[in-house]
């Protein structure tokens, strides 16, 4: 870490009364997330003016993203496609890779779909199932990279040549090359010591990222090495960061009150029982968000 005493940030509240918000994306002038215990994807304004503009799934683990025309995708048992009448179709088959479900998605500048799964919700067993797939725009798909602890978000950099995913259980960032067929070669560690989730990057090539212990109640903006540049102080969990706004330099943090000394059934029952904890966060960020998402 550095030896110099990271900046703080003060976050100021946009949106509440949400069960839990992952999966941000700053999109046509608004912030879309996946209201996860709803199944409803939602947009908010900067003024706080909230819609429900899509549906998802039930449940937990799911995400979206968009193809370079336009069209929304959506993770869950498989992957979604909605149509232009808003009808959802099957986007690509991923039943042959052997997982059950599918978590985070990014989609780069080339239209490359990456997406990960097989999340094993029992850390410290010796177990790291997660993979990433990868949908290229004619339809395959195949693997590209296994033994990810907890998958989670992935950012790509603006020139389409690296990927970074957050390994939860290993709080660690991981970064691969990128080829020109969408492989994924040269894995490393990006930041260690960390406790990721959903992340993002910005001009300054630092991800934004939870730092702290792995209940993500310290957001910070980390550099390839582990270096916190900045850093942001909230009362409960960070699930996910984006960089929106209009010049892409407002930084949105979905939060709820998620308890590491809880077993996740008992958390889940919690949050959807009420009250709604989950809430979407602002602060001013020093560099705007580039790449993908």
């Not at 449940?59 to 193809?67: A, E, H, P, R, Y």
């Not at 209009?246 to 996740?264: I, K, P, S, V």
Request: glycine share 16%; charged share 20%; aromatic share 6%.
């Amino acid at each position: 870490m550095s030896s110099q005493e990271p900046a703080v940030l003060e976050a100021k509240p946009l949106l509440t009364g949400l069960v839990i918000g992952e999966s941000p994306r700053w999109h046509e002038g608004r912030l879309w997330f996946a209201h996860w215990g709803t199944g409803e994807i939602v947009a908010v304004d900067l003024e706080g003016r909230s819609e429900v503009v899509g549906q998802g799934p039930p449940g937990l683990g799911w995400s979206i993203d968009w193809l370079p025309d336009g069209r929304l995708l959506v993770t869950g048992e498989g992957l979604m496609r909605r149509e232009p009448d808003g009808s959802m179709v099957p986007h690509a088959d991923l039943g042959g890779l052997g997982v059950g479900g599918f978590n985070e998605i990014v989609v780069d500048g080339r239209g490359n779909i990456y997406v990960n799964g097989g999340v094993d919700f029992h850390p410290g067993e010796g177990k790291a199932p997660g993979i990433i797939a990868l949908v290229t725009p004619d339809g395959s798909v195949r693997r590209v990279a296994d033994a990810i602890e907890f998958p989670n978000g992935m950012a790509v950099t603006p020139d389409n040549s690296t990927l970074i995913v957050a390994e939860s259980f290993a709080a660690r960032l991981t970064a691969f090359d990128i080829g020109a067929d969408g492989s994924l070669t040269n894995r490393r560690v990006w930041a260690d010591g960390v406790g990721p989730d959903g992340i993002c990057m910005d001009a300054g090539g630092a991800i934004w990222t939870g730092v702290g212990p792995f209940d993500g109640s310290l957001v910070g903006r980390v550099r390839d090495g582990g270096a916190v540049l900045e850093r942001v102080r909230l009362d409960m969990p960070c699930f996910a960061c984006m960089l929106g706004g209009e010049d892409r330099r407002t930084l949105f943090m979905l939060t709820a009150d998620w308890r590491m000394d809880e077993g996740f059934e008992q958390n889940i029952a919690r949050l959807t029982e009420g009250p709604r904890t989950g809430q979407v966060l602002t602060a001013p960020a020093p560099a705007q968000g580039v790449g993908w998402p």
